[in-house]
Structures are given as structure tokens and as C-alpha cells.
């Protein structure tokens, strides 16, 4: 079993393991420590990282958890994606199990009795969020910089977004994920998505978090250390500030676009109309924006993290994953996800939407194909089943 004595004896022989963890003053610091890839997510992190949390959560010395990256330039970027194309090109079996896995461990942060602190260092995206959104307090530092960007790469934002996203307010779930827009630094807290944000030293932090000396009082200390806590925030302030993240653009008019519409191409219609006929010059350039940024995503990706995203309001977190093993599986035995890791992240070309995605418009991806993505698997064995009884802490 890896454990904390495992890690360290790796870092001593010079094999310096992907994870590192340490305990001081009751509270456990665990390091993702793939600096050099910006600590994205690989299967032998998630192997190290799902007995290590089972043995922090059992330690009644521990009485918090906090979660980063090593650097100050990304918390984690996201899953290593490439590796699992690379398995799928060379007809292995990664892709198999590395996102049920991945999973498993999401759910199992998200299930800690000890208070989880995951701490937005630099880039936060894709599988780094699903570490740490569905943990008790995500703390954003100034230079967090959180995205979604799946769609661009033709998967679909996984690791519980299709829990956590259509929770968020005004329609901002929908429209993060499907543009994979960038939310930055303190406005992580106003979109709903970081709990606190944190302009002092990080030593002050972990002194604030040792001195609490109790789970109860992790809270009070996250409070008290940070200058911004998202349940102190009244409901005009987080309006601003998310109005002025977005250029100016009322978040009535992303809800309009997003969060109310009944189909994706309900979404285009309403950009394409806004872009002509806004009476807010903001609101046209952002549409125009918007519009661009959407028409370069894959068709079929567009498609399901629609139909993903408005699901996702009436499931639990446990049923969440086990939609998200079906559509990842489907996904992966598909086109594009090879496709779009292939031209953006391995051999990095530009190739035009017509020509990486198949189908290469939304018009020619049925409403059958979008809901065999959706289906039980044939066999149920196959079905990733959690224990229904988590309650995780609210978006």
C-alpha cells in the first residue's frame, strides 16, 4: 500500500515520487509534483493519491488536508490526456480504466470527513478541478487561473462537472462548459466555484490552518486568513464582479443565452442575434466572442455537454460519475477525442474545424448519435457504481 512512509522513502533513495505528502501540526500537505508537465493528472498519481487520502482520513492527528501543486505555476492542468491518446493510438488499454479510477479518487475526496483545503496555485483545469471542487473549501490564490477547455478537444467536461456546473449561478455552468472560458484569481469566488480567495503569504495559511487544531475550526481559519470568503458575499457584489469579468455583459444575457436555452442551437441563434442586433456594443463583442470560440469546439462535444449540463441539475454526485463513465467511454471510442488531443496537444497544428472534427458540423450529428452517449452499458457490471449516501459540500 502506498502510503506516507512509502512516499518518503522514495524521496529519500532519489526516486522522487509524483505525489509527496507530509503531516506537521495536524495538518497534511499533499504536493502534485509533475512540475515540469503543470502537475497534470497520470495514472500513477492517481494510484499513489487514492490510499494516501484513505490513510490521512483515518488519522485522527490530521485534522486538514490541503491539496497543490509543486511550483507556483499550476495547481494541475488538467488529466494527461496525451498519454491516454497515445494508449489509444497503440491499441492499449489506459483509457479502460484511467477515468473510472480517476473518478473513484474524485468521489473519494469528496466523501474526507477531514476538511479537504485545495489551494488554486496558478492553472487549474479538467481533471486538477475534479481533485478539489467537490472538497470541503477551494482557496484561489491571485495568479489561480481556472477552465474547463474539453470541449476544444473533443471530450466533454468530466470529472463531476456534470454535477458541479449546472450549479453554478446565472447560466455561468452552461457557458464555461461549452466555451471553456478562463475565470481568473479572486473571481473564482464570485462565480461560485473557489470558496475563498487568498492575497497574503501562503506560510500564513498553514499557520492559520495548524493553529486551528480541530476540523470544526478550519472554516473560522479560512475565514479569518483569507480576504475574500464566498458565503460572506452579498448578492450585488458577486453580480459586479462577475458582470465586470465578462466585459461588462449582464449576467441576465448569459443566462439568457445559456442557461435558458432549451437546445444547443437555441444558444447559437441567441449569440448570432445578440451579435446583430445588442443594443450594448459589450454585448455584440462578447456574442461575436462567443460565437467564434463555439465554432471552432467539436460538434459531437457540443452536443452532449449540452445534454450532459442539463442532466446534471437533477443528479447526485454518485450518479454524476457514473453518466460521465458511460459518455467517457463513448467518447474515447470515438473520433474526436483522438482527434482533438492529436492536433492541439501532441503534434500541436492548426487544422480547421472542418477538417479535425467528424461529423464537422452540429447539423450532422443526429440526436441519436448525442443520446447513444448516454445509454446504460449493455452489461451492468459495467455501470460505476459509489455509494449513493455522499453529500458533498455545496457548489
Not at 480504466?97 to 476538511?115: G, M, N, V
Not at 467536461?157 to 464555461?176: A, E, K, N, Q, S
Not at 461549452?178 to 481568473?184: C, D, F, N, S
Request: hydrophobic share 45%; glycine share 8%; aromatic share 8%.
Amino acid at each position: 500500500m502506498y502510503n506516507l512512509a512509502r512516499l518518503a522513502s522514495s524521496a529519500a533513495a532519489g526516486n522522487e515520487p509524483p505525489v509527496l505528502a507530509s503531516v506537521a501540526s495536524g495538518v497534511a500537505k499533499v504536493v502534485l509534483n509533475r512540475e515540469s508537465k503543470l502537475n497534470a493528472l497520470n495514472y500513477p498519481m492517481i494510484e499513489l493519491m487514492t490510499p494516501l487520502y484513505e490513510e490521512l482520513d483515518a488519522d485522527n492527528n490530521v485534522h486538514a488536508i490541503v491539496l497543490r501543486g509543486a511550483g507556483e505555476k499550476a495547481f494541475c492542468a488538467g488529466g494527461d490526456v496525451v498519454s491516454i491518446v497515445n494508449s489509444i493510438k497503440e491499441n492499449g488499454d489506459l483509457h479502460r480504466y484511467f477515468f473510472r479510477d480517476e473518478y473513484a479518487l474524485d468521489y473519494a475526496i469528496a466523501s474526507l470527513k477531514t476538511p479537504h483545503v485545495a489551494l488554486y496555485n496558478g492553472i487549474a483545469m479538467g481533471g486538477g478541478i475534479g481533485l478539489s471542487v467537490h472538497g470541503t473549501f477551494r482557496v484561489a490564490t491571485d495568479s489561480a487561473l481556472f477552465a474547463m477547455p474539453e470541449t476544444a478537444i473533443g471530450l466533454f467536461p468530466d470529472v463531476g462537472g456534470t454535477h458541479f456546473l449546472p450549479r453554478l449561478p446565472h447560466g455561468l455552468g452552461m457557458y464555461l462548459a461549452l466555451t471553456g472560458a478562463r475565470v481568473k484569481g479572486a473571481d473564482l469566488v464570485y462565480y461560485g466555484i473557489a470558496t475563498h480567495h487568498l492575497d497574503a503569504p501562503e506560510d500564513e495559511l498553514y499557520s492559520a490552518l495548524a493553529a486551528a487544531s480541530s476540523p470544526d475550526a478550519v472554516a473560522a481559519a479560512l475565514d479569518d486568513v483569507c480576504s475574500l470568503s464566498r458565503d460572506a458575499l452579498d448578492d450585488g457584489a458577486r453580480v459586479a464582479a462577475i458582470e465586470a469579468s465578462l466585459g461588462g455583459v449582464p449576467v441576465s444575457v448569459v443566462d439568457s443565452v445559456f442557461g435558458q436555452a432549451a437546445s444547443y442551437p437555441e444558444v447559437v441563434d441567441s449569440l448570432a442575434a445578440l451579435e446583430s442586433g445588442a443594443d450594448e456594443p459589450a454585448v455584440a463583442k462578447w456574442a461575436a466572442k462567443t460565437s467564434a470560440i463555439l465554432a471552432a469546439m467539436s460538434p459531437t462535444s457540443l452536443l452532449v455537454t449540452f445534454e450532459q449540463i442539463k442532466r446534471g441539475g437533477s443528479l447526485t454526485l454518485a450518479e454524476s460519475f457514473a453518466l460521465e463513465a458511460r459518455l467517457v467511454w463513448r467518447v474515447a471510442n470515438g473520433h474526436d477525442f483522438a482527434a482533438g488531443v492529436d492536433a492541439l496537444l501532441i503534434n500541436k497544428t492548426k487544422i480547421a474545424p472542418q477538417d479535425l472534427w467528424s461529423p464537422n458540423t452540429v447539423d450532422a450529428v443526429t440526436r441519436d448519435a448525442v443520446l447513444a452517449h448516454f445509454a446504460p452499458f449493455d452489461d451492468p457490471a459495467d455501470e460505476l457504481i459509489l455509494d449513493p449516501s455522499v453529500n458533498p459540500a455545496t457548489i
